[in-house]
């Protein structure tokens, strides 16, 4: 499911970039830049929806897989792929769907990240998100505009 949803959030992503792309041909509705910037914001809402699904269900499935049967405590993405040296003394896990974040504590309350992309899931979420909002209000503005413009 998580990959349908990022892979549906994808193909809008493109869709609406293609929108986008569309605008530099020959026939397109007058006028542009309102249409420009509102593709614009749709290009970048559905990429940031794109990338923050990713996180969700990664935060998600991290947290299902804790006590769920043998081996699952502490969660298993506390474990894998770390030395035994930097799960010694583990004792349990926070997790965050906003800001994105799975995080290991250590009985001595040291903390260290199960996964270092949320990092970047949660900057680039945020970044096209305010990216979308902002050309969403440039569109409102040029409208404006053009409607004070006219006599």
Same mark, same amino acid.
């Given at each position: 499911m998580s990959f349908g949803i990022s892979m549906a959030c994808a193909v %809008? &992503? *493109?869709? $609406? %970039?293609?929108g986008v792309v569309a605008m530099a041909l020959p026939g397109r509705p007058e006028p542009w830049p309102p249409h420009l910037l509102c593709r614009a914001a749709a290009t970048a809402a559905w990429a940031a929806a794109a990338v923050y699904s990713l996180g969700f269900f990664a935060v998600l499935m @991290?947290?299902? &897989? #804790?006590g769920? %049967? $043998?081996n699952s405590v502490p969660a298993p993405a506390c474990r894998d792929g770390f030395d035994p040296a930097t799960i010694e003394g583990l @004792?349990?896990?926070r997790s965050s769907? *906003? /800001? *994105? !974040? #799975?995080d290991c504590v250590r009985a001595d309350g040291s903390v260290y @990240? $199960?996964? @270092? %992309?949320?990092?970047?899931?949660n900057g680039a979420s945020a970044s096209l998100a305010l990216s979308a909002a902002l050309l969403a209000i440039g569109a409102g503005y040029a409208t404006e505009l053009r409607a004070r !413009? !006219? /006599?």
């Open positions: %809008g &992503a *493109l869709v $609406a %970039g293609a @991290s947290e299902q &897989a #804790f769920d %049967g $043998a @004792s349990h896990h769907y *906003l /800001p *994105l !974040r #799975f @990240s $199960a996964d @270092s %992309g949320y990092g970047w899931m !413009r !006219r /006599p």
